[in-house]
């Protein structure tokens, strides 16, 4: 039986659950015929055939959508929307319609139970109340996390990454091999596991040679002065691209202040496509003006593609990378038709052509 209080703690409505939960568990049980490991490094008994799948992880909806497999999605994450852009819906229509039973750190156990997964996906940093939860009501847990860490670091919001590139592109692949596993689409993961590399490898070559001396200086603005320090892809993306975190000193994800945006005083500050009214907000706020990136102009909002910028997806090696690596050094870059590869990538693996500038 679940305790309501630990119900209570995680967040988690399930009225009544008791007398429905034995007849589950041993049913999931029964069906499973196989075991995965997660990305938490989790044990994870599976059945054969995945069909039925709430997804409560942005990434993972994203990655899913590029596999094909959005027929083995019946629920989603609620806020998925905001997490992967405006642009989105017209990639996933189906999401639209979809119930929307939990977000990323609460999940109402009932309405999950309606929907009969085989296997709910999660983020690396879930309570464990409420993973707790949703497994002791029979249904299978995998927790993604696209990175890779030593067990020490696995669960935390902002992981203390040794070497951030390698952590990011290791958990990348493994991400998507382990979605094309669970959803039997092992080949077409393998397919964007080849189109993700080649384009890291189009800037690793372009970039190699830049200087570490005299790197462009970048914040990334988000709502509510909240910004991305290290142990995140941000700042991958920006050394990649021949640039500097000047919020490289925080740990993670947290908020900043005015007074240390002005010390830092960054030549190029970049907006995430989801959050495009916050360059506005910049260019307008009196606040900012002294900021060198103001005023010359380099405030900039990256195309949909471009995300998302805590933890990587797919296009955020093969197309991502690449736009910020033109952005900075357009010269080296001069040849790439940026929107034809983007135009190509969103053809092959979300069907349909790239609208976007």
Avoid: C
Wanted: proline share 6%.
């Amino acid at each position: 039986m679940i305790s309501r209080r630990l119900l209570v703690r995680a967040g988690l409505a399930l009225p009544a659950i008791a007398a429905v939960t034995g007849g589950v568990g041993r049913a999931a049980q029964a069906a499973a015929t196989r075991e995965i490991v997660d990305q938490n490094g989790r044990r994870v008994p599976l059945p054969e055939k995945v069909t039925r799948m709430v997804v409560l992880q942005h990434h993972s909806m994203d990655v899913l959508t590029q596999l094909g497999a959005t027929g083995q999605v019946v629920g989603v994450l609620r806020d998925w929307r905001q997490q992967l852009g405006p642009g989105f819906a017209r990639l996933a229509p189906s999401f639209a319609t979809m119930p929307a039973p939990g977000t990323l750190t609460s999940a109402n156990v009932e309405e999950l139970l309606s929907l009969s997964p085989d296997v709910v996906i999660l983020t690396y940093y879930a309570p464990a109340q409420m993973v707790q939860a949703i497994e002791a009501a029979g249904m299978p847990v995998v927790q993604m996390a696209f990175f890779r860490v030593p067990e020490s670091e696995r669960g935390k919001l902002n992981p203390v990454l040794e070497n951030e590139k390698q952590a990011y592109t290791d958990g990348l692949i493994d991400a998507i091999r382990l979605l094309g596993e669970i959803t039997g689409r092992q080949e077409r993961a393998a397919e964007l596991v080849e189109a993700a590399l080649a384009g890291r490898r189009l800037v690793d070559e372009r970039t190699a040679a830049l200087p570490e001396a005299g790197r462009t200086s970048m914040y990334m603005a988000n709502p509510d002065l909240t910004t991305y320090g290290s142990g995140k892809y941000t700042g991958v993306v920006m050394e990649l691209a021949g640039g500097l975190n000047v919020a490289r000193g925080i740990q993670g994800f947290g908020k900043v202040t005015m007074e240390q945006v002005l010390a830092w005083n960054p030549e190029a500050v970049i907006v995430q496509d989801r959050y495009a009214a916050v360059a506005d907000q910049i260019r307008q706020d009196p606040a900012w003006t002294p900021v060198r990136a103001v005023a010359a102009n380099r405030v900039t909002v990256t195309p949909e593609y471009v995300k998302p910028w805590g933890n990587p997806v797919p296009e955020s090696l093969a197309l991502g990378e690449a736009w910020m690596a033109k952005a900075l050094h357009p010269e080296l870059f001069a040849d790439i038709d940026l929107r034809a590869r983007a135009d190509s990538f969103y053809r092959r693996f979300y069907g349909m052509p790239y609208e976007g500038a």
